[in-house]
């Protein structure tokens, strides 16, 4: 609903600089709310004025905005035009903000934001994410959950954005590390344990051959025989990878449900094993494949054309390498999907991998590797359970559903659920996702299972509990909610504050997609939720006069529809009771 404010304020700016209206647009933000003093709603930066030349720098600037602000007269809309620092601010009547908030919020519903003037000149865009992609006949891994529920968030709000969003979990499913599990398996593989607990088993299987391997040069050379009849397309042992592979994907699918987490394709390296040896040709034809004395081959990626700098993309043996693949998919995603960017989400450790990819491919000719984008993420540290160090991510999403039910089985205002464990499985992954959202995704954090269920906060659990107890008033008067209302019924300065803050719901989005950092949508929600408590305790609708009653309920209508658009962007599913 910022929009309407929005177009308003430059219209009038428009009137007074004859300028177009869309100059000002992007320039008008939303002023966050201050709980100490009353605030203006909207500001104009002068710095904008000056970099779009309505202003000249050579000009007193501040004397310049002053002239300006006398030229903006207040109206039924603007009720104040006031001098800032560097800026101009604007102050919306606040019967016409909450008149003009709320109605908005009753129409749009889930689309509340998603309409604004900020993304009027958004192009809709074909989006292939990457993400997730663990290596199969392993278990998942903590660390995969990162790239899972950052691949997922970017999707979301793609989506929700308009894109055409292609989801796809790359799985590692190629390579040496199949070399040496097939060695491995025929050396110290049980078909008994595989029945019992298939992946643990692979992964059993999988670290005893590695430390045999430290010791026995023939297990290396066994692995390596392995790994060529892989690409070779011998039946055997591609019947033996084959089966890895289901049983992998068929555990990784449990995971992901529990997550809320889902894909249109598990595609993996041995998708384009075939197509490795036609980029090999390609880079060969175009002068780009050089073999070292070593017998590998190599691209030149160094600005002198000097070797100082290049990637190796194929053994001496002559097998593929995990680049030489991932060159193989980006190129065929491209002509499959005619995607418009792709991105990858994986850890900072590959973005010298990346980087090497898009260089390559941009070297090939292909222009549209600058639409390429990996987003990287730092490290968890210290993620552990009672038993000691979490390693499979099935373990801590265990955890978290026990420690959360034991919490809400302690707390006196847990409502009859019908499947507590089921509620308390989506609070404890919504707290997992907070604490991993709330800086910024390239920075490492230290995990505490103690911060991360806190009931009170800047936690997962306390934006559950805000949203339960706003859906438990809903309940509670769902014949109080009257879509037609009066709005000097509800000019506290609380309900204002919700208000204004909601004003900035477009911006946070808007923000978001630009950086694909889920940080500002966290604490913005967070705000919200702070907000939301703070409304509650002052604004009672048990009790009230009728048009009072109704009036409140509308706005935490509006707050409780606002605050699951933005969880369910985050991947997170709101509960309704708990």
Known sequence: MACFFRRHIASKLSEALRQPEETFIPSLSAIPVSKKHQSSDFRLSVTSLLQNGILSSADDSQTKTEALVQRLKPDNVVEEVLVGRRA????????????????????????????????????????????????????????HLRSTIIGNFIANLKETLGHEVIRMNYLGDWGMQFGLLGAGFQNFGSEEKLKVNPLQHLFDVYVRVNKEAESDQNIWLTAREFFRSLEQGEEQALSLWQRFRDITIEEYQQVYERLGVHFDEYSGESFHRSQTKEVLQQLKDQGLLQTTEKGTGVVDLSS???????????????????????LAAAIDRKEKYAFDEMIYVTDKGQSGHFQQIFQILQAMGYEWAQSCLHVPFGRVQGMKTRLGEVVFLEDVLDESRVRMLRNMTASRTTKDLEDPEDTAQKVGISALIIQ???????????????QVLQAQGDTGVFLQYTHARLCSLMRMNENGLEATFDPQLLQEQCSIHILQHLLRYDEVLHKSLQDLQPKYLVNFLLTLCHLAATAHRTLPVKGSP?????????????????????????????????
């Open 304 to 326: 002198a054309k000097d070797m100082s700098y290049y990637s190796t993309v194929v053994r001496s043996d002559g097998t593929s390498l995990y680049i030489t693949r991932d």
């Open 436 to 450: 991993d959202f709330m800086g910024p995704l390239m920075s490492d954090y230290k995990f505490s299972w103690d």
């Open 88 to 143: 101009i601010n604007f102050k919306i009547n606040r019967s016409v903000l909450v008149q003009k908030m709320l109605e908005k919020l009753h129409e749009e519903g889930h689309l509340f934001g998603v309409k604004s003037e900020l993304f009027s000149s958004l192009q809709r865009r074909k989006t292939l994410v990457e993400f997730s992609s663990p290596n199969i006949a392993k278990k998942f891994h903590a660390g």
């Open 546 to 578: 009728t048009g009072q009653a109704e009036a409140r309920l509308q706005l935490f209508k509006g707050t409780c529809t606002v605050l699951a658009n933005g969880m369910k962007i985050l991947g997170i599913t709101p509960v309704e009771k708990m």
